[in-house]
């Protein structure tokens, strides 16, 4: 089974961009960023993919969470994981989605709602 969890709310900040995660049942504190995103269209989400032990997280990012993630795109500042006091830079987080949103668009395969969310809002 997939360990995942879900991002919160965004705490924006002078150094970066902070996704607030408030509650799971399993230790972050050795988690590794894995530079590796993947898309669950089901559920019009991106993941970032973390490291912990040798079971992989699943760092699960709605919509709501989207505007934040092009801002920091566009912005080029880090983009940051945060529980209770663990904090982890999601290192390649732009190169991921640079790849994923351009993959995705006009890309059927994806299916339409998930390709017109991310037509819509990462349209520059």
Same mark, same amino acid.
């Given at each position: 089974?997939?360990?995942?969890?879900?991002?919160?709310?965004? /705490?924006?900040?002078?150094?970066? %961009?902070?996704?607030?995660?408030? &509650?799971?049942?399993?230790?972050? *504190?050795?988690?590794?960023? @894995?530079?590796?995103?993947?898309?669950?269209?089901?559920?019009?989400?991106?993941?970032?993919?973390?490291?912990?032990?040798?079971?992989?997280?699943?760092?699960?990012?709605?919509?709501?969470?989207?505007?934040?993630?092009? /801002?920091?795109?566009?912005?080029? %500042?880090?983009?940051?994981?945060? &529980?209770?006091?663990?904090?982890? *830079?999601?290192?390649?987080? @732009?190169?991921?989605?640079?790849?994923?949103?351009?993959?995705?668009?006009?890309?059927?395969?994806?299916?339409?709602?998930?390709?017109?969310?991310?037509?819509?809002?990462?349209?520059?």
């Amino acid at each position: 089974m997939q360990k995942k969890i879900y991002i919160d709310s965004v /705490e924006k900040k002078e150094d970066g %961009i902070y996704l607030i995660v408030q &509650s799971h049942s399993f230790s972050l *504190e050795n988690a590794k960023a @894995k530079r590796y995103m993947l898309v669950d269209s089901d559920h019009l989400s991106f993941i970032y993919i973390m490291e912990v032990g040798d079971e992989f997280v699943y760092v699960v990012m709605p919509q709501h969470v989207w505007p934040n993630l092009k /801002e920091a795109m566009l912005t080029n %500042i880090p983009v940051f994981l945060k &529980s209770n006091e663990v904090v982890i *830079e999601l290192e390649g987080m @732009k190169e991921e989605l640079t790849y994923l949103i351009d993959n995705i668009k006009g890309n059927a395969n994806y299916g339409d709602e998930m390709e017109k969310a991310v037509t819509e809002m990462f349209s520059v």
